[in-house]
């Protein structure tokens, strides 16, 4: 019996944690085993992992056989080999549906999760900046009620226009307003 066991961890712990874990589940059945090692962003080895005409692929997880769901089926449905997944101790050729559908549904989790990761970096590497936008202070909104005061005759602005041009929204821009009214006495048509 031919059995390929396949792991995409960059974690060296998990990856001897997989390897024990198969050798115990294949030992007394005479099996050859063949390992393959990817880091998280997979694919150059899983080719090879089922081009081998195995009996048996042993996976941690599900999602490290395919990018999507769409992939994950198909390849479930082209192979004649047994998938055995080692982390929910999954065996594709039974009839454990519930299980089956708990751990389709963690691999989409984990695609999701990888997905928003790899497009967070690629934001990053171009500059964009992460989480909630910088609070606009009196100090930031003076300069757009000055500009404000000056095109309109010495009327403030209303809440909408300031927030608008400040790019907040229109409850900050209203403290903002009201701040300022408070300084300098002057008051929002």
């Known amino acids: 019996m031919k059995v390929v066991a396949y792991i995409r961890s960059e974690s060296a712990e998990e990856t001897a944690s997989f390897e024990d874990s198969v050798r115990t589940m294949w030992h007394n059945k005479g099996a050859e085993i063949k390992f393959y090692h990817e880091g998280l962003s997979g ?11 195995a009996d048996a692929i042993v996976v941690h997880r599900l999602a490290d056989l395919g990018r999507d ?5 198909s390849l479930l449905a082209e ?37 928003r990761k790899v497009g967070m970096a690629a934001a990053k590497a171009m500059g964009a900046s992460m989480g909630r936008p910088a609070i606009f202070t009196l100090s930031k909104g003076r300069e757009a009620i000055q500009s404000f005061l000056n095109a309109s005759e010495g009327r403030l602005p209303s809440a909408r226009k300031l927030a608008e041009r400040l790019g907040c ?9 009201a701040e300022f009214r408070e300084q300098t006495g002057k008051e929002t048509p």
């Open 79 to 115: 192979h004649d080999a047994d998938i055995f997944v080692v982390s929910t101790r999954f065996i594709q050729s039974g009839a454990e549906r519930k299980v089956f559908a708990r751990e389709l549904m963690d691999a989409e989790r984990r695609y999701t999760d990888i997905k």
């Open 169 to 177: 929204g229109k409850t900050r821009a209203s403290q903002l307003l």
């Open 43 to 53: 694919s150059r080895w899983l080719r090879r992992v089922l081009a081998e005409k």
């Open 69 to 73: 769901m769409h992939g994950l089926l």
